[in-house]
């Protein structure tokens, strides 16, 4: 079971938006530790999408935003792609004894 | 830019160790933590530990507290996990991933990932 829960699977018509939640508790988001965003295609290494909550890295395109609020945060995708068909994950710092560096358990995106 | 490149896939049998590497270039090695994150076959990333590349300084999940070990070699510019007493649970890819600042943050690059595969 994951620390910050996220929804098995999310889809959308090219063109659509979707939003992709993560849910934490006071021990990791609540407690104000930033939220980090990856993409991570089939058969290869994340990619880092959103740092600091909200921040894109260079060459991410700004279709993809995040946001954080209490205990939750969440990654949105506007104009869906074919191309952004892939596995995200959310992760955070938790100061429980989880250990520390928590992930969520991942969200499909599937392109209709 | 920056390169993190790892070993090979590895098959061990239950109650062997394995050792992963994973050789850093193209920034200071030494000013940026490495993380081990692991992925077992369609499940989730799993954090497994991170090194203070500068110090040595180790601190480690405690789903795995006990059975892992990181460790580094600054003059290789390269980290080093090591697993023991594998189970067929550690059926995994295993991630190197280096951190964007000196603490605990985000991994802003990984490495290409490591099969290893615990097998009778």
């Known amino acids: 079971q994951s620390v910050l829960t996220q929804p098995p699977s999310v889809s959308g018509a090219p063109g659509q938006r979707v939003t992709i939640s993560c849910t934490g508790s006071?021990?990791?988001?609540?407690?104000?530790?930033?939220v980090h965003w990856y993409q991570q295609l089939p058969g290869t290494a994340p990619k880092l999408l959103i740092y600091?909550?909200?921040n894109r890295p260079s060459g991410v395109p700004d279709r993809l935003s995040g946001s954080r609020s209490a205990t939750s945060a969440s990654l949105a995708i506007t104009g869906l792609q074919a191309e952004d068909e892939a596995d995200y994950y959310c992760?955070?710092?938790?100061?429980?004894?989880?250990?520390?560096?928590?992930f969520g358990g991942g969200t499909k995106v599937t392109v209709l | 830019q920056v390169q993190l490149v790892q070993s090979g896939a590895e098959v061990k049998k239950p109650g062997a160790s394995v050792k992963v590497s994973c050789k850093a270039s193209?920034?200071?090695?030494?000013?940026?933590?490495i993380h081990w994150v692991r992925q077992a076959p369609g499940q989730r990333l799993q954090w497994m530990g991170w090194?203070?590349?500068?110090?040595?300084?180790?601190q480690y999940s405690q789903n795995f507290q006990g059975r892992v070990t990181i460790t580094r070699d600054t003059f290789a510019t390269t980290a080093y996990m090591e697993l023991s007493r594998l189970i067929s649970e550690d059926t995994a890819t295993y991630y190197c991933?280096?951190?964007?600042?000196?603490?605990?943050?985000?991994?802003?690059?990984w490495g290409q990932g490591t099969l290893v595969t615990v097998s009778s």
């Open positions: 991933a280096r951190d964007a600042t000196t603490g605990i943050n985000w991994f802003e690059s």
């Open positions: 992760q955070s710092y938790d100061s429980s004894l989880s250990g520390f560096v928590v």
């Open positions: 006071s021990s990791n988001i609540g407690a104000g530790y930033d």
């Open positions: 090194i203070n590349t500068g110090n040595g300084n180790t």
């Open positions: 193209g920034y200071t090695f030494t000013t940026y933590p």
């Open positions: 600091g909550n909200s």
